[in-house]
C-alpha cells in the first residue's frame, strides 16, 4: 500500500436536539487521540478496550502515545479476536475489571479495533454507570465504513446475533485508513462488500465510481480507500441523522443482512464465512428476490456482482466451504431480530441506487432460491474438481 500526503478529512453526523459529532479520516488520525481524549475526560485515565491485533500490530502504541503526550495513561482491555468475544461472558468479564480497577463517571472510553470491539465496547460504554463518553477507533475496512458510525452497539445470544445491545453514540469517531496495512486481505474484501451496499441503496453515482475503481479500494489504493471510506460515512451519516433509532429509512442499511445473518447462523458466525461475504452473498440473493418481483432487472444484477468480484469478496455459496440446506436457511431467516408481526422484512433493491423495505416476499421463493444457490454450488464445485483431476 503506497504512502502519499493525504489531507484529512471530516464528516459530521448530525443528530436530533443539536447533537452531533465528527468523523475524522485520514493517514495518521491515530495521534489526535490524546487531543479528543482530552476533550471529553478531565481524568488523567482513560479505558481502552482493545483488539488483540490491534495491540499485536502496534497501532494501539501511537494512541496511547498520544493519550499520554497530554496527560492521560490508558487502561487497557485486550479483546481476543473473533465473533466469539461479542458475548456475555468477555461483556461481563471487562465490565468487572473495568469496575473493579474503579471508575468514575467523568471518564471515557476508547473502542479500539473490528467491529466485534466496536459494538462490545460501545454497549460497555453505554451500560457503564449508565453512559460514559465514547470514542470509537476503527481498525478494519468494514468498521472504518459501517460499524463504527450510527451507534449501534451489542452482544451476540445464543439465540442470535447483536440481539442484547443499546442504541449509543460515540462522541468521535478517528478512523487512520493506514491501519488497514495491516489487516488481511481477506478482511479487506469483507468491508468492500459493505461499501458497495451503499452504492445499491442509496448512490448510483458511487456505484458507477466503485465498478470502475472497486479493485484499487480492495487492494488499499489511499486515494480510492479515501474517496470510498469518506463517502460511504457520508452516505451512513445521512441515513442516520434522518431515523437515528431505525424506524424508517434505516432499515436500508440491511440490504442482503436477512440472507447473511441465516448464513452466519447456520455457520454459527465463525471464519468459514466473515460477515462481509455474507453480506455480499446475501446483496446478491436480494437482487434476484427484487428481479422475482419485477423491481429489479437482470442487467442490475450482473452489474453488482462484477462490482463485488472486482473486491475479490465471495459472491456465491460454492466459495463457502459448508454444506448448506434449505430448510435450515429459510428457518434461521425467522431468527432474525427485524421480523415485524411474525413476519421477515427484506429490504428490497429497485435497480440500482434505491431499494425499500418489504415484508411481502413470497418464502416459497426464498426457500427455492436457496435450494437453486446449493444446487448451483454443488455443480460448481464438481465441475472445479472434475477440471483438477
Ligand atoms: P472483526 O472485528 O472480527 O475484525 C476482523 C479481524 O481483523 C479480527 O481478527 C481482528 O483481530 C483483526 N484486526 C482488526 N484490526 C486489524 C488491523 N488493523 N490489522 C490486522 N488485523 C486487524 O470483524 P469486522 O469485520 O471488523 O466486524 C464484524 C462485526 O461488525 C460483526 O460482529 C458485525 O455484526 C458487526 N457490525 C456492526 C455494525 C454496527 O452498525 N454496529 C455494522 C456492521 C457490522
Request: overall charge positive.
Amino acid at each position: 500500500m503506497k504512502q502519499n500526503n493525504i489531507t484529512t478529512k471530516t464528516v459530521t453526523v448530525p443528530l436530533s436536539d443539536n447533537r452531533c459529532y465528527d468523523i475524522h479520516i485520514g493517514t495518521g488520525v491515530l495521534k489526535t487521540a490524546g487531543m479528543h481524549a482530552k476533550t471529553l475526560t478531565p481524568l488523567e485515565y482513560i479505558i481502552a478496550v482493545v483488539d488483540e491485533n490491534a495491540c499485536k500490530h502496534r497501532h494501539f502504541d501511537t494512541v496511547k502515545q498520544s493519550l499520554q503526550s497530554v496527560g492521560i495513561t490508558p487502561r487497557i482491555y485486550r479483546v481476543k479476536s473473533g465473533e466469539g468475544s461479542k458475548s456475555f461472558a468477555t461483556y461481563t468479564d471487562i465490565m468487572e475489571r473495568i469496575i473493579a480497577d474503579g471508575i468514575e463517571r467523568k471518564t471515557a472510553l476508547i473502542a479500539m479495533g473490528g467491529g466485534v470491539v466496536g459494538d462490545l465496547g460501545g454497549f460497555i460504554a453505554s451500560s457503564l454507570l449508565r453512559g460514559i463518553a465514547l470514542i470509537q477507533i476503527p481498525t478494519t475496512l468494514l468498521s472504518q465504513v459501517d460499524s463504527s458510525v450510527g451507534g449501534k452497539t451489542g452482544i451476540n445470544a445464543s439465540a442470535g446475533k447483536n440481539l442484547v445491545g443499546a442504541f449509543y453514540q460515540p462522541s468521535v469517531v478517528l478512523i487512520d485508513t493506514h491501519t488497514l496495512h495491516t489487516l488481511p486481505v481477506r478482511h479487506m474484501a469483507s468491508g468492500y462488500a459493505e461499501i458497495v451496499k451503499y452504492g445499491c441503496i442509496t448512490n448510483k453515482k458511487f456505484f458507477d465510481w466503485l465498478y470502475k475503481n472497486g479493485d484499487k479500494v480492495a487492494c488499499g489504493d489511499p486515494h480510492a480507500l479515501m474517496y470510498a471510506i469518506r463517502t460511504s460515512c457520508q452516505c451512513k451519516a445521512t441515513i442516520v441523522a434522518e431515523d437515528e433509532y431505525e424506524n424508517g429509512v434505516r432499515a436500508l442499511l440491511n440490504l442482503g443482512h436477512t440472507f447473511a445473518h441465516a448464513l452466519e447462523n447456520t455457520t454459527q458466525y465463525t471464519d468459514v464465512l466473515l460477515h462481509g461475504e455474507a453480506v455480499s452473498i446475501g446483496i446478491i440473493m436480494a437482487y434476484k428476490t427484487a428481479i422475482h418481483m419485477g423491481l429489479s432487472r437482470n442487467s442490475d444484477l450482473q452489474q453488482v456482482v462484477a462490482c463485488l468480484r472486482l473486491g475479490r469478496v465471495k459472491t456465491s455459496l460454492g466459495q463457502v466451504d459448508f454444506s448448506f440446506d434449505a430448510d435450515v436457511l429459510t428457518r434461521a431467516m425467522y431468527k432474525d431480530k427485524k421480523l415485524s408481526r411474525g413476519k421477515i422484512r427484506f429490504v428490497i433493491p429497485r435497480g440500482i441506487g434505491d431499494a425499500v423495505v418489504s415484508d411481502a416476499v413470497d418464502m416459497d421463493f426464498i426457500h427455492m432460491l436457496w435450494h437453486r444457490e446449493i444446487i448451483d454450488a454443488r455443480t460448481d464445485n464438481t465441475a472445479k474438481m472434475g477440471n483438477a483431476t
